[in-house]
Nanobody
Framework: QPHLVESGGGLVQPGGSLGLSCTDSRFSLEQNAVGWFRQAPGKEREGVLCISSDGDVTNYLDSVKDRFTISRDSAKNTVYLQMNNLQPEDEAIYYC??????????????????WGQGTQVTVSS
């Protein structure tokens, strides 16, 4: 079983930036789609962005358009989420997940089978 690990969360002021990383220490993520999700207190988990094995990106959340970017570095077996102009409503636990064995992102954020433990992003002044 893949073992996804997120890192990079923390406290940032409104308008600030933060970069998250997702890696797997035992399996290659290169051939699989990887998505980022988030869950705020009292809310359901929602899909944010997904990147297919060929680099194609699927956006699941309109509110992050033009602010968040997903990318992958196959050499480092890592998928990144760069978050700019963070707002209090972005505060959540952020998770990465893969829909192994599929290489393409699904059109909706469902079917992701393997998840990391999450990393907390706090947006506060």
């Amino acid at each position: 079983q893949p073992h996804l690990v997120e890192s990079g969360g923390g406290l940032v002021q409104p308008g600030g930036s933060l970069g998250l990383s997702c890696t797997d220490s035992r399996f290659s993520l290169e051939q699989n789609a990887v998505g980022w999700f988030r869950q705020a207190p009292g809310k359901e988990r929602e899909g944010v962005l997904c990147i297919s094995s060929d680099g194609d990106v699927t956006n699941y959340l309109d509110s992050v358009k033009d602010r968040f970017t997903i990318s992958r570095d196959s050499a480092k077996n890592t998928v990144y989420l760069q978050m700019n102009n963070l707002q209090p409503e972005d505060e959540a636990i952020y998770y990465c997940a893969t829909n192994i064995p599929f290489s393409r992102c699904p059109s909706s954020p469902v079917g992701f089978r393997l998840w990391g433990q999450g990393t907390q992003v706090t947006v506060s002044s």
